[in-house]
Nanobody, 114 residues
Framework: QVQLVESGGGLVQPGGSLRLSCVLS????????MGWYRQAPGKQRELVAA???????NYADSVKGRFTISRDNAENTVYLQMNSLKPEDTGVYYC????????WGQGTQVTVSS
């Protein structure tokens, strides 16, 4: 059974930084495409960033140059470094893993507010 556990969310002021982590258990991490989605109140869930199992990268236009996704296959972990945070980055951030099937974490709240 694949499980994803996120951590690292919280409250931060505009311009600040946070790093999200997501640990995958129950399968071989390196075969999965890993990524982060977010959902703001009243809005649809949207892709933030993804990293392939050969380290190909994909970012939403709204976060390019501010967010960096990375993975550590030895630690079964994917990270999302978020810099220069804006109020519009507020939302629940979900980790996902995809390989034949898709799996989701429970989500972690990120709030950017002064």
């Amino acid at each position: 059974q694949v499980q994803l556990v996120e951590s690292g969310g919280g409250l931060v002021q505009p311009g600040g930084s946070l790093r999200l982590s997501c640990v995958l258990s129950g399968s071989i991490f390196s075969i999965y495409v890993m990524g982060w989605y977010r959902q703001a109140p009243g809005k649809q869930r949207e892709l933030v960033a993804a990293i392939g199992n050969h380290d190909s990268l994909n970012y939403a236009d709204s976060v390019k140059g501010r967010f960096t996704i990375s993975r550590d296959n030895a630690e079964n972990t994917v990270y999302l470094q978020m810099n220069s945070l804006k109020p519009e980055d507020t939302g629940v951030y979900y980790c996902y893993a995809a390989h034949l099937h898709s799996y989701w974490g429970q989500g972690t709240q990120v709030t950017v507010s002064s």
